[in-house]
């Protein structure tokens, strides 16, 4: 098991509210990632970050936020919940020094509904 | 920009039997990584197989084999002796180089029978 947690594993919220994804690593890992998942669908990078106070934007246009001030702490934030933005949000890490080059661990995914 | 094609948006097959995911690539590039990840219903994705471009040799994780032809960029993999454990999402991905992101294919369900 990978060391990669995410919290809340689902979420059912109202329009407007403002919510934060948490995702937590404890291997150290100077890389991580938050993917935007539709259930059995392809994944879409939406945030990126090498490193801390060190954030980019992905190939999928998100009205969601990051910020990295900490190694193991990257949380995603949406200021005003919509209806599509329900989705599955997987946070993934992985080791650019040390490892399989390439080799992402993900966590087990939070799962967003908004009404 | 790179792209990742997987033809199959579904496969089931018996357990026991062997089955091939199939995955395309489009690159410019001559050396570059691959990949193979799964995702199992509820439960974290992994990494299954991983291959360098440079290297001719297939890579083969105890029951998990790739064919990897470079020139028709083709990526596909093998399961064999396939268990109810293996079904899950399968996912090819492509990667230039160590600093650059992943680039995932659609994805292939896969479910294995009883």
Sequence with gaps: EADIYQTPRYLVIGTGKKITLECSQTMGHDKMYWYQQDPGMELHLIHYSYGVNSTEKGDLSSESTVSRIRTEHFPLTLESARPSHTSQYLCASSDSGQGIIGELFFGEGSRLTVL | AQTVTQSQPEMSVQEAETVTLSC??????SNY????????PSRQMI???????YKQQNATENRFSVNFQKAAKSFSLKISDSQLGDTAMYFCAFMKHAREKLVFGQGTRLTINP
Excluded: H, M, N
């Design chain 2, 24 to 29: 395309t690539y489009d690159t410019s590039e």
């Design chain 2, 33 to 40: 990584y691959l990949f193979w990840y799964k995702q199992p």
């Design chain 2, 47 to 53: 990494l299954v197989i991983r291959q360098e471009a």
